[in-house]
């Protein structure tokens, strides 16, 4: 009999799949725990549908005829009322009964039953065809709106490093202008606070492209929650 295990690979059963999983095999059919044997890393770029690895065991008519014996033994009495009346009234006796035999069953309809088994061995696959699909298309999805939302907060940021540069230039202004007597120290109050919110907004928008590259890094396996 031959065990080994599957691991490092993407289990699809049912509608889900288990990223990262593995499976232990005991002989032809999947096992709840570790088996020894050859282990063989798949390093996360297949899939294990465990649907398949059992799908033989639906193949496997149990024809057979199936023999067993019984035995039955019991202990009756029995009371005879005699036709004419006698001195010692009624004459009781006592008896046994012993049957032994066999029994020979075939299962007739078991080929039917394999039938329904392997039907229901395909459908599952098809479903967990189906839910790796619907898992491929969402994985795309999600990428595809990630990579959206970094080339925006690249926009973002290039946008709010042309408004820093543009308040910094209005502050340089009004301190040449207060310098002079020109302006006004409310003017020159007004373009530092410019000055001081674009600074701000650029360093929320560093902030937030470095999320976005994060979560696009973690969406494709480059970091590990």
């Known amino acids: 009999m031959t065990d080994y295990t599957i691991k490092n690979a993407d289990v699809a059963s049912g509608d889900s799949i288990r990223s990262r999983g593995s499976v232990a095999v005991h002989g032809a059919r999947l096992a709840r725990d570790s088996v020894a044997g050859p282990s063989f890393d798949l390093g996360g770029s297949s899939f294990i549908y465990p649907a398949l690895i059992n799908v033989h065991d639906h193949f496997r008519g149990n024809y057979l005829p199936r023999v067993s014996a019984f035995a039955q033994y ?13 001195a010692g009234g009624d004459i009781l006796t006592s008896g046994t009964d012993a049957v032994a035999g066999l029994n020979l069953s075939v299962n007739v309809f078991n080929g039917f039953r394999n039938s329904i088994d392997v039907q229901r061995a395909a459908i599952e696959e098809r479903q967990a065809e189906i839910a ?10 999600a990428l595809r709106e990630q990579l959206s939302q970094l080339r925006l907060r690249e926009d973002a940021l290039t946008l709010a490093g042309h408004n820093r540069e543009a308040a ?5 202004l009004q301190v040449e202008r207060f310098e002079a007597g020109s302006a006004s120290s409310l003017e020159f109050r007004d373009a530092q606070l410019q000055f001081v919110r674009a600074a701000t907004a650029r360093i929320n928008a560093q902030q937030g492209l470095r999320l976005a590259q994060l979560s696009l890094l973690r969406s494709i396996g480059e970091i590990v929650r």
């Open 74 to 86: 019991g202990m009756t009495d029995r009371t005879v009322i005699p036709a004419v009346p006698r």
């Open 168 to 172: 910094r230039a209005a502050l340089e």
């Open 132 to 141: 790796l699909e619907e898992e491929h298309l969402r994985l795309d999805a």
